[in-house]
């Protein structure tokens, strides 16, 4: 196992693949290159976690069942779902931390150890909040996100790539360097 980096936690819509609107399973399909990033961090004894905001399961619009079926399919070692909505008031919804934290007790993870990959400035926020490394990915909402929080936010993500192959490739070899 690579002893500076655990797991990657990947956000869904927009940062894997679709677009940066909601697009329900059956209808979501994955980035060209997504599948071997997952493997080629697998192989390197990585770790790869879901870590997405789903409220269209709150409002029937599809089942968490749907949803992680899809996700296992991907090839994730573990899926983290938030199924509420934002006013519910939760502790898994991003930018809240409950996620991040609930993956570090089941699988003994040291967060600062792990890296969360995500196209919204709430994945950012989580990440650092729960110590990890944040990479923000300009696919998606990114670029609008990255443009609305870069100057203004005290909240910096620790990359901002191009897409997640590009981001992954940043982070191997940081990983190697450090």
């Not at 609107?21 to 071997?36: C, D, I, M, Q, S």
């Not at 899926?79 to 809240?96: N, T, V």
Request: with cysteine.
């Amino acid at each position: 196992m690579n002893d500076r980096l655990q797991a990657v936690f990947f956000d869904r819509d927009g940062t894997i693949g679709g677009s940066d609107a909601v697009e329900y399973p059956g209808e979501f399909k994955l980035f060209t290159y997504t599948a071997e990033v997952i493997e080629r961090l697998k192989v390197k004894g990585i770790q790869v976690f879901s870590f997405t905001n789903q409220p269209g399961i709150s409002r029937a619009e599809a089942t968490e069942d749907e949803f992680v079926s899809e996700l296992k399919a991907f090839g994730f070692d573990e899926i983290y779902l938030c199924p509420h909505h934002h006013k519910e008031g939760c502790q898994c919804r991003k930018p809240s931390t409950g996620m991040l934290e609930k993956a570090a007790k089941e699988h003994s993870l040291d967060l600062s150890k792990c890296a969360v990959f995500g196209d919204r400035w709430t994945d950012i926020m989580a990440a650092k909040s729960a110590g990890c490394i944040a990479v923000l990915v300009l696919t998606g909402s990114g670029t609008a996100a990255y443009e609305q929080n870069h100057q203004t936010s005290n909240v910096q993500p620790d990359y901002v790539a191009e897409n997640l192959q590009t981001g992954a490739d940043w982070l191997l070899k940081a990983s190697v360097e450090n």
